[in-house]
């Protein structure tokens, strides 16, 4: 029972142009909201964060948006630059547990030309 | 101020051998986890662990596989009899305890299982 979904597995931008990736949940219990970032043969890396009462959370180039009705957040990245060619994980906290218990989703390979 | 630190970074086992994956926390965090990347797949939560205590073992397997962490000393993530299926990455990860600190993830162990 895959709880966060990241329905694209792969996306392909050009450098200087903008990034989104999509995250969807199914568990309303679920009430912040993480992005992670990973290169290979590392551990994932803190991005960005959001909690349910906001719909927008904004650092430099990272902006995390949140439809809570829709179950559905993205992230945009603006500009896009080769370095931020990674895998990006969504992830996910139940109310009421850790904040590091976290529900990923599956990924997402960015991929940023030059 | 060093990262969360995880050793070995590689290990190879034959079926029925034991696997101990050590991690030491970064400075300051008290709280640690343990998750499990099977290959094609999200990460996965497995353990929550303060000193001396288990706090949430809710993901992980009821047989085979424990965790500690002893006051002195890193958290150790011990699979007893492994089998093929347990290769995976397993990744350690500490944070603070505060509010909503964010989860600071080692490099991880690849275990492979031969």
Redesign the interface.
Known sequence: DQQ?KQNSPSLSVQEGRISILNCDYTNSMFD?F?W?KKYP??????LI?I?SIKDKNEDGRFTVFLNKSAKHLSLHIVPSQPGDSAVY?CAAVAGG???????????TILTVHP | NAGVMQNPRHLVRRRGQEARLRCSPMKGHSHVYWYRQLPEEGLKFMVYLQKENIIDESGMPKERFSAEFPKEGPSILRIQQVVRGDSAAYFCASRTGSGNSPLHFGNGTRLTVT
């Open positions: 966060v912040y993480l992670y043969a590392e551990g994932p890396t803190f964060s909690s994980f547990t850790s904040y590091g218990k976290l529900t990923f989703g599956q990924g």
